[in-house]
């Protein structure tokens, strides 16, 4: 039997790289994403194996933001450095020891530790997690809510190329009477057969989020966290009895149980960055399976290494429980690495390779903003 090479830690680098949508999302309550900070993490061993981790906070979106993520990589550089990185569970248990909560920060540290262990093995993540159950995985198209009839017409090109399910953003005017054209608009351009659900991002008041839904009860609609708290949802889903798929509000496995007992998660958004990682990821998805409750895995908003990690853990998942997944980094530019997958007539597939199969260009994310070296 061969002994596993003793890996120690011996370097982090993170680097703020700017990430601009390819058009400006407005969402309810006056949220928008046009450029947004990614935080990319290279965490590098003696050995000369390196791993990757991306997070990309939206402001307004979480208690996240992306100037936290340095702070809280130097709190935790001295449980980092010198350790062995092979063995996820238990070092990321060591930095939720010393620091406590922030859960985006650690994300990205979680993450690249999965990268390094993949790598080490010599298999991708999706190996490590229980063995790829989906070669592609179906992708969502989600457009800014704007004008109904444009908002219709991206519908119509994107359903053309091959997607089958349509996230409508909804609440930027703050005009219920818009959101019922929106879904309705968007409904028809779709045609019949594929998903179309509606989201105000929290941005909606329960009487708002009722008379939409109702206004459109006769159409097959799945609504998305349309109010902030979890009761005020259930509400809506059962006065509306549309079927709801929550985000915001499902951020750790007391949340899940609690929209569970509720009755208002039909499907849920599973994203890495407000779990702290693949790891915790791994068991909320466990018991969304127990819920049955349909699953969209992927992040709050990043490039090319925040997708590859959401989709080893979706390829990893049985596809009953997949509703779908998100090419985050076909959003924005610029990528971090060209050859990492795109989406191919409305679906995706994970990279090949050892780890999460990304490979990302360091001499060109600039000049990092933090370097720490054992």
Not at 51 to 57: A, D, S, T
Not at 76 to 100: E, Q, Y
Not at 141 to 163: D, F, L, N, Q, V
Not at 164 to 192: C, M, P, S, T, Y
Request: proline share 6%; hydrophobic share 45%; net charge negative.
């Amino acid at each position: 039997m061969t002994n596993f090479p003793d890996f120690r830690i011996s370097g982090l680098t993170l680097w703020r790289v700017p990430l601009t949508s390819h058009e400006t999302y407005n969402m309810a309550s006056g949220k928008t994403c046009a450029t947004v900070d990614s935080m990319v993490l290279r965490i590098e061993t003696d050995q000369g194996i390196s791993g990757w981790g991306e997070v990309c906070p939206i402001p307004h979106y979480l208690p996240a933001y992306a100037n936290g993520v340095a702070p809280a990589l130097e709190e935790l550089a001295p449980v980092l450095i010198g350790a062995n990185p092979v063995g996820v569970d238990a070092l990321m248990a060591a930095c939720k020891s010393h620091l406590l909560g922030h859960p985006y920060a650690q994300s990205a540290i979680d993450i690249a530790l999965w990268d390094l262990t993949g790598k080490a093995c010599g298999v991708p993540v999706y190996t490590l997690l229980g063995g790829q159950q989906n070669q592609d995985l179906p992708l969502y198209h989600s457009i800014t809510c704007i004008a109904p009839e444009e908002m219709a017409r991206i519908a119509k090109e994107a359903i053309s190329a091959g997607m089958r399910q349509i996230q409508v953003k909804l609440g930027a005017d703050d005009n219920w009477e818009a959101d019922v054209a929106r879904l309705r608009f968007v409904r028809e351009a779709a045609g019949a057969g594929p998903l179309v659900y509606g989201d105000w991002n929290c941005g909606a008041s329960r009487l708002d989020a009722t008379r939409v839904g109702r206004a459109v009860s006769d159409l097959d609609i799945m609504l998305e966290q349309p109010c902030a708290t979890l009761e005020e949802c259930a509400a809506v889903r059962h006065a509306t009895n549309l079927p709801m798929k929550l985000d915001e509000n499902a951020h750790d496995t007391a949340t899940l149980l609690k929209a569970y007992e509720l009755g208002c998660m039909d499907a849920v958004a599973l994203k890495l960055s407000k779990f702290g990682g693949i790891s915790e990821l791994r068991r909320a998805r466990d018991l969304c399976l127990y819920f049955g409750a349909r699953m969209c895995i992927e992040d709050t908003w990043g490039s090319d290494v925040a997708t590859a990690a959401a989709l080893h853990v979706a390829a990893a998942t049985p596809p009953k429980a997949i509703m779908n997944v998100c090419d985050l980094s076909g959003y924005v530019s610029p990528r971090i690495d060209a050859d990492a997958p795109v989406r191919s007539k409305g679906r995706i597939s994970p990279p090949v390779g050892p780890g999460l199969g990304v490979w990302p260009d360091a001499d060109a994310l600039g000049v990092p903003v933090l370097s720490i070296a054992a």
